[in-house]
């Protein structure tokens, strides 16, 4: 089976840059994304690595390392709208089909 | 462009009611279609994919059924509602082998069952 962790809940200040780890456990494992979801929302897509190193869009950045089985979310220049929750997915197992961990919610506050 | 549809948007049906959410998706051909459910603040639990037409596989025992009767159209349905089934249904779609493992969401569904 495949199993996740990300940590329930982060708080920071507005300008600030916080990171958000996320450890997996899975077997034919293709890639680890990361989406955004605000409350009532639906979940959008911010990113995907399928191999080792940082991608960068914007002030979001990704970090993977296959051999750790971890990766994290960074998000910089944090500002109000960047509080939502943020869920990590891997694909692994023969499929692209992600499994996603339970999320975790940035708390921004000015 | 592709885009996605849900409806309802909110819905509150009584326990032992019958249920049918749809999914559309538009400017896309040939797409990979998921249901998942989300319980309140906690993940998205994957309950039904397709990868075609009449093609649905189930991935947690419920009471849940799914079809896809049109290469761009979900359905989630069920013959009789349970407490547990209330919570918040997303339908989303993505190209079939895609390496970046990106799914698009719909609006979603929020569903309470009384």
């Known amino acids: 089976g495949q199993s996740l962790e990300q940590p329930s809940e982060v708080t920071a200040v507005e300008g600030a840059i916080v990171q958000i780890n996320c450890t997996y456990q899975?077997?034919?494992?293709?890639?680890l994304s990361w989406y955004q979801q605000h409350d009532g929302g639906a979940p959008t897509f911010l990113s995907y690595?399928?191999?080792?190193g940082l991608e960068e869009t914007g002030r979001f950045s990704s970090f993977l390392s296959r051999s750790d089985s971890y990766g994290y979310l960074l998000l910089q220049e944090l500002q109000m709208k960047d509080s939502a929750s943020y869920f990590c997915?891997?694909?692994?197992?023969?499929?692209?089909?992600?499994?996603f961990g339970r999320g975790t919610s940035l708390i921004v506050h000015p | 462009s592709q885009t996605i549809h849900q409806w309802p948007a909110t819905l509150v049906q009584p326990v032992g009611s019958p249920l049918s959410l749809e999914c559309t998706v538009e400017g896309t051909s040939n797409p990979n279609l998921y249901w998942y459910r989300q319980a309140a603040g906690r993940g998205l639990q994957l309950l039904f994919y397709s990868v075609g037409i009449g093609q649905i596989s189930s991935e947690v025992p419920q009471n849940l059924s799914a079809s896809r009767p049109q290469d761009r159209q979900f359905i989630l349905s069920s013959k009789k509602l349970l407490l547990s089934d209330s919570g918040f249904y997303l339908c989303?779609?993505?190209?079939?082998?895609?390496?970046?493992?990106?799914?698009?969401f719909g609006p979603g569904t929020r569903l309470t069952v009384l």
């Open positions: 690595n399928a191999l080792d």
């Open positions: 989303a779609w993505q190209l079939p082998g895609q390496g970046s493992n990106e799914q698009f």
């Open positions: 997915a891997v694909a692994s197992g023969g499929s692209y089909i992600p499994t």
């Open positions: 899975t077997s034919g494992f293709y890639g």
